[in-house]
């Protein structure tokens, strides 16, 4: 299983990071994709990484503020997310996929919940 955490509420402007654990398989072997889901919003993939970490793609939404990394000795992902706005409000999923940046995937997070409000 995947499991999320890092999640909270945090002011405009401001900054946490996102960690992606996984349990019972190796992450290593899979690209990873990060989504978020806002209420009354279809789920949006915002960013994802190559098996090897080399290469990385984001939404636009994102683009310039957050960023994708993973530590395979470790098997976890990260999301660092920086300059936050109320409009990235929502539930944050991590998810090993089925290959890069689809939106198929052989294992989802539960996800955690992010909210940026003053």
């Known amino acids: 299983q995947l499991v999320e955490s890092g999640g909270g509420l945090v002011q405009p402007g401001g900054s946490l990071r996102l960690s992606c654990a996984a349990s019972?398989?190796?992450?290593?072997?899979?690209?990873i994709g990060w989504f978020r889901q806002a209420p009354g919003k279809e789920r949006e993939r915002i960013a994802c990484?190559?098996?090897?970490?080399?290469?990385?793609k984001y939404a636009d939404s994102v683009k310039g503020r957050f960023t994708i990394s993973r530590d395979n000795a470790k098997n976890t992902v990260y999301l660092q997310m920086s300059s936050l706005k109320p409009a990235d409000t929502a539930i944050y999923s991590c998810?090993?996929?089925?290959?890069?940046?689809?939106?198929?995937?052989?294992?989802w997070g539960q996800g955690t919940q992010v909210t940026v409000s003053s």
């Open positions: 998810a090993a996929l089925n290959y890069y940046c689809s939106d198929t995937a052989s294992y």
């Open positions: 019972g398989f190796t992450l290593n072997a899979y690209p």
């Open positions: 990484i190559s098996v090897s970490g080399s290469i990385t």
